[in-house]
């Protein structure tokens, strides 16, 4: 099943105009370039199942879709039907009820994730920043699987930082949701930048493509985000598959090389280690590679990561210390400083003094604006 399209409406872009790009694409649609690849089978199996539970999937993934594209002089490119996915154990979806988005991943149900996800979304908090789970689903057809229904969040460096300030909600709020996490004997054993998203709805009030993400729902034209400041942005921790819990009174040491930071230096399969700290050093690593690495501007954060990316374990801080000190670091920066734009340290000279001018331009009406009233 495809959603009828009114050619009229759409824009020259969308269509073929070359006869034989037009015969080219009618070869690659009948070769099966854009079948459903074999793990979206799995998604398309469940497309019934999960309607009557009010989630629907995109027209694509209807066992009677039958590409829209067909017949027409159509670019599939900008046919949203023809976009597979990128990440086979999530997919997206509408909620029936309210018409919103939301993801749904598929996991086993004999691991931690399922316990884990549950328990902080039992949480509420306001520092705590583990993604919320609407609803779990048994799987219909495999009983070690289940479905987990969340809201549908973006990567949270996509788009990129803007400000200082973009900079500095970030590490509030993920140092507060790490204590929140520690605090409730829960290490994460993952963090890495794809493990921490973003709800962005805010920043897009027309909504863009689940899949492709730089466009418009229908996949018809370029979205632009709106700045990050002054905006509801909310940063959240997720996948807890590695994730472990530890009652109170035990110990939080671990075995296992594994987790997508390699740089940790403790992990191994033999001799155990803090969890703990292995969260310390992945988040200080975070800071490093998104922000100090790529910025001139965000000198503050040393202080901050430096302790954070310790060598040795036991010298690193806890995340509660952690967190108190960079309020302290925090509470010296100007608030002019939070409104001045990130500056990558590969911008050439010329680039930067424009940059800069216009910032500053920026910020003199900024404060015009503050006077008048």
């Not at 749904?104 to 979304?121: N, R, V, Y």
């Not at 993920?174 to 204590?179: C, E, F, I, K, P």
């Not at 929140?180 to 493509?209: C, E, Q, T, W």
């Not at 930067?352 to 216009?358: A, C, I, K, L, S």
């Amino acid at each position: 099943m495809s959603f009828p399209v009114q050619e009229r409406r759409l824009p020259s872009h969308a269509f073929v105009n070359d006869d034989n790009a037009l015969q080219r694409y009618a070869r690659l649609t009948e070769e099966g370039l854009y079948n459903l690849a074999p793990q979206e089978v799995f998604w398309q199996a469940r497309y019934g199942p999960l309607k009557d539970h009010g989630y629907l999937l995109r027209p694509r993934y209807s066992p009677e879709w039958r590409p829209s594209w067909v017949g027409t002089k159509r670019d599939p490119t900008y046919c949203e039907d023809s976009i597979r996915l990128l990440h086979y154990q999530v997919m997206d979806a509408t909620r029936l009820s309210d018409r919103e988005l939301v993801a749904i991943k598929s996991f086993l149900k004999d691991g931690h994730e399922l316990h884990i996800a549950q328990f902080f979304a039992s949480l509420h908090d306001d520092d705590n920043h583990c993604v919320p789970i609407h609803e779990i689903l048994s799987d219909p057809y495999d009983p070690d699987l289940a479905l987990m229904v969340m809201p549908y969040l973006r990567p949270c460096n996509n788009p990129e930082f803007g400000t200082v300030g973009d900079v500095i909600q970030f590490v509030d709020q993920t140092l507060q949701g790490l204590v929140f996490m520690h605090r409730h004997r829960v290490a994460h054993r993952d963090i890495a930048v794809s493990n921490i998203m973003m709800d962005a709805k805010s920043l897009y009030p027309g909504g863009h493509h689940p899949i492709r993400l730089g466009y418009t729902p229908d996949s018809l034209y370029p979205v632009s985000a709106l700045p990050r400041a002054g905006r509801d942005v909310r940063y959240l921790y997720i996948d807890f598959g590695l994730s472990e819990r530890f009652p109170e009174g035990t110990s939080s040491y671990v075995l296992g090389d594994v987790g997508r930071d390699a740089d940790v230096p403790e992990l191994s399969d033999h001799v155990p280690y803090d969890a703990f700290k292995v969260d310390i050093f992945s988040l200080g690593n975070v800071y490093s590679k998104l922000f100090e690495q790529r910025y001139k501007n965000v000198e503050f954060l040393r202080a901050t990561i430096e302790p954070m990316k310790r060598q040795r374990p036991e010298e690193r801080p806890s995340a509660e210390q952690v967190l108190r000190e960079w309020q302290k670091t925090r509470a010296t920066l100007s608030e002019s400083l939070l409104r001045w734009r990130l500056v990558p340290k590969t911008e050439p000279a010329i680039e930067r003094v424009v940059n800069d001018t216009v910032a500053v331009a920026w910020e003199g009406i900024y404060h015009l604006k503050k006077f008048v009233g």
